[in-house]
Structure formats: structure tokens, C-alpha cells
């Protein structure tokens, strides 16, 4: 048999899509499940934007595209960065890829050396750290818990530089804790870097506009560090448009170069149809992130205060993002006569099975004991599996 190489053996798959696969065929089999593994909006996409790739396809923009986007979507880009961030970048500078996971992982293997240090604060996303193995970079967490909001402090930062440090990975408003970082407590993790010009500062900002702070600051407008940003956006959260699969880097010119070179021999541009539709989600108008946005935040006052109701449960208010992502090591060690649970995993499981609701086990996102709950989802899809939840955990003793 040939063999897979060694490098795909040594990558874990997915944790979020592998539970929302699962959760899918428990579906299709008639079993009803609430699905609350996969981060995306449940919102359809808005009609302007829809209209906007019907268009595009009657117009034959079917041809291959160019490698970084289109000249007219990359000078959308910069006309968003610029007004909604305050931060000037040029088409050139600019790359568009098949989501912002495409643009992350191509900016990584662009700028990681084989053992070049990746710092990343965790609990992060499952699939940071999977693509820095890709790279044969290596990974130093800088954990943080619900006791500190899940934010990392400066002193923790800086004890984690070495002289192998070449990039730090900062996700605000964060997958999957929800948490988000102030203008100062950038401005402190800054004061860091700023003694540190070598390190690439690679700040995921997908979530943006889904804040209930009504701040939100981008690591790219500290001047002081501004050449060694790399910003990573794209429409799949704000616009609902997950299934587009746009998104793009913002990065000093010769990083976005690299990027294109990779993505040149790797992808190639991305869909025709879908850079129409994104171009038209920056231009057009914005009343529909707001709209969005207005319902997360309902839901997750709503979520909030059910999960804060279920005895053994901690649960902080996070301030973005739509997940809610609460410790539950008070029920390892319980059984409800059967089944003994013994780590945030087994928990995942027990609730898919006894509750019919999928999570995602916290390990996968670097922090065991605590589960992931995506609120992208409607009120009364909330009200039922925190119901069920609370029913099952009811019986663990
Ligand atoms: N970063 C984070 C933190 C995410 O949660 C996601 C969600 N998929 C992505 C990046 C990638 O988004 P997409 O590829 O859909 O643009
Ligand atoms: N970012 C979403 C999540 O964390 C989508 C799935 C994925 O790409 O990981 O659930």
C-alpha cells in the first residue's frame, strides 16, 4: 500500500468540522440533534449580495482570476481597512484567498522556518496550531483560563519570546472563547512586541464585527508595529457568507508577495463569483452586520443567562465571537450509572448522546476541561439544548 506521507499522519483533523460532520449524520438518520459544534452565522446571505454573483455570472466573470484578486475587490479591501480601521494598505499588499483559514495558513508557511517558535495564546482555534505543524514550526502556548477572561497578560508574553520567536498569534474577538482584547490591553501586548522587531505579529480579526463592546481595535493601526502586521479578515462571519470561502491578508509587501507565490503554484485565485459577491458585500451597504450582529448579542445575553442557571457549569459573559466556552471540570469523575465521564471529551460525547446536542471538547482548542458552544444559532434552537443540557448534567452524579 503507498503510504501518506508524514506529515498529514502527524496533522489531527478538524475537531469542529469532524463534530458537525457527526452531528449532521445523527440528522440525516432522523435523530434530532441541536447543532452547536460549528461556528457559522445561521443567517442566509443577504439578497444584494446574492444579486451581486447572479450577476457576475451573466456578466462571464467565469475566466481564471487573478492570483491576489481582483484589482476592484483588493481596492474594496483597502477602502474598508482604511475606514473602518484606520489603516492604509495598497492593493499590491493585499491578498484574497479561499477563506481567511487559506490566507492563514499560506501566510505561516510563507514566513515559518522549520523550528521557528509560533507563539500562541490558548485556548485558539483548532486550526492554528495544525497549520504551524504544517510549517514544521513549533507551537508555545501561552495558556489562559476563565479566570482571566481567557486574555493573556504582557508579562506572560514576554516570558514566552525566545530568540526563536518569529511570530505571535493574537485572535480578537476570539475562537472560541468569545473574549475580546481593549484598545489598552493591545496597546500593553504591543509595548511587548515593540522590543522584539523580528517577530511577525499575525492578528486574526474574522470576528471583527461580531463585538458587543462597541470598540474594536485592529493590531495593524499601532504604528509602532504596523510593518510587521499581518491582518487576516474576510466575509464568512460578518456578511454570512461561510460557504463563499473569501478572505484575504493584509500584510507588509514583500510578506504579500510571498503569499501570492505560494497561493500562484497552490490555488491559484479564487472563485470568480465569489470575489463579485464579496466586492459587493465591502461596497454595499453595511446595515445588514449590524442587523446580524444586534442577534448574536441577543442570543448570547440569552445563553448566558441559561448556562449560568445549570449547576456545575462556570460560565463567563464573553464580549464577541458566538460561542460560549464554559468549564466543566466539576463533572469529570461523575457517572449517571453507566457512563463515567472522565474528560471534557467524554462530556461532548455524553451530550451528543443524552442531550442530542453537539459541542466540541475544549482540548481541541488547547484547553481541556471546558466545551465549546456555538449560539449561531436561533433562540428557541438555544432555549431547548440548554434544557437538555441541563437535564443531562442533572443526572450525572
Ligand atoms: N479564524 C478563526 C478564528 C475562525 O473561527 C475561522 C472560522 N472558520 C476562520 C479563521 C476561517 O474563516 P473562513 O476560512 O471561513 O474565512
Ligand atoms: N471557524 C468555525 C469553527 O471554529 C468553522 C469551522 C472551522 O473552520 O473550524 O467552528
Known amino acids: 500500500m503507498i503510504n501518506i506521507s508524514d506529515r498529514i499522519k502527524a496533522l489531527a483533523p478538524s475537531a469542529t468540522l469532524a463534530m458537525s460532520q457527526k452531528s449532521a449524520e445523527?440528522?440525516?438518520?432522523?435523530v434530532d440533534v441541536i447543532n452547536m459544534s460549528?461556528?457559522?452565522?445561521?443567517?442566509?446571505t443577504p439578497a444584494h449580495i446574492k444579486a451581486a454573483a447572479i450577476e457576475a455570472i451573466a456578466d462571464n466573470f467565469t475566466f481564471y482570476t487573478p492570483v491576489p484578486g481582483y484589482m476592484s475587490l483588493r481596492e474594496?479591501?483597502?477602502?474598508?481597512?482604511?475606514?473602518?480601521?484606520?489603516?492604509?494598505?495598497?492593493?499590491?499588499q493585499i491578498v484574497v484567498g479561499n477563506g481567511a483559514k487559506q490566507e492563514l495558513c499560506n501566510v505561516i508557511l510563507a514566513t515559518v522556518n522549520p523550528g521557528d517558535e509560533?507563539?500562541?495564546?490558548?485556548?485558539?482555534?483548532?486550526?492554528?496550531?495544525?497549520?504551524?505543524?504544517?510549517?514544521?514550526?513549533?507551537?508555545?502556548?501561552?495558556?489562559?483560563?476563565?479566570?482571566?477572561?481567557f486574555k493573556i497578560t504582557p508579562a506572560q508574553l514576554e516570558a514566552a519570546i525566545t530568540p526563536a520567536t518569529r511570530m505571535v498569534l493574537l485572535c480578537s474577538p476570539s475562537n472560541p472563547t468569545g473574549s475580546v482584547y481593549s484598545r489598552a490591553e493591545l496597546q500593553a501586548l504591543v509595548d511587548v512586541l515593540v522590543k522584539y522587531p523580528d517577530i511577525i505579529?499575525?492578528?486574526?480579526?474574522?470576528?471583527?464585527?461580531?463585538?458587543?463592546?462597541?470598540?474594536f481595535t485592529s493590531l495593524a493601526s499601532f504604528p509602532e508595529v504596523h510593518d510587521r502586521v499581518v491582518l487576516i479578515n474576510g466575509v464568512s462571519k460578518a456578511y454570512a457568507m461561510t460557504g463563499w470561502r473569501i478572505g484575504f491578508c493584509a500584510a507588509p509587501l514583500h510578506i504579500a508577495k510571498a503569499v501570492s507565490k505560494l497561493q500562484g503554484q497552490y490555488?491559484?485565485?479564487?472563485?470568480?463569483i465569489a470575489q463579485k459577491a464579496a466586492e459587493?458585500?465591502?461596497?454595499g451597504s453595511q446595515e445588514c452586520v449590524e442587523t446580524m450582529r444586534k442577534a448574536f448579542e441577543r442570543r448570547r445575553d440569552l445563553i448566558v443567562k441559561l448556562a449560568s442557571m445549570i449547576p456545575g457549569l462556570k460560565v463567563n459573559r464573553?464580549?464577541?465571537?458566538?460561542?460560549?466556552?464554559?468549564?466543566?471540570?466539576?463533572?469529570?469523575?461523575?457517572?449517571?450509572?453507566?457512563?463515567?465521564?472522565?474528560?471534557s471529551g467524554d462530556l461532548t460525547m455524553y451530550l451528543l448522546e443524552h442531550a442530542r446536542v453537539a459541542t466540541v471538547d475544549g482540548a481541541a482548542f488547547c484547553l481541556d476541561g471546558y466545551i465549546r458552544l456555538s449560539y449561531a444559532t436561533s433562540d428557541d434552537n438555544i432555549k431547548e439544548a440548554m434544557k437538555r443540557i441541563a437535564a443531562a448534567l442533572a443526572r450525572l452524579h
Open 26 to 30: 445523527l440528522k440525516a438518520q432522523g
Open 201 to 215: 505579529i499575525l492578528a486574526d480579526e474574522i470576528y471583527e464585527h461580531i463585538n458587543y463592546t462597541g470598540e
Open 118 to 149: 509560533v507563539i500562541i495564546p490558548t485556548p485558539a482555534w483548532v486550526s492554528y496550531v495544525e497549520m504551524v505543524k504544517l510549517a514544521e514550526g513549533k507551537c508555545v502556548q501561552v495558556p489562559a483560563t476563565i479566570d482571566s477572561n
Open 280 to 283: 459587493a458585500a465591502y461596497t
Open 38 to 44: 460549528v461556528g457559522e452565522p445561521d443567517f442566509n
Open 76 to 92: 474594496a479591501i483597502c477602502d474598508k481597512l482604511r475606514e473602518e480601521n484606520g489603516v492604509s494598505y495598497t492593493p499590491a
Open 267 to 272: 490555488t491559484s485565485g479564487c472563485s470568480s
Open 318 to 343: 464573553p464580549d464577541g465571537a458566538f460561542y460560549l466556552f464554559p468549564e466543566v471540570t466539576a463533572f469529570i469523575g461523575r457517572t449517571d450509572g453507566t457512563t463515567t465521564i472522565t474528560s
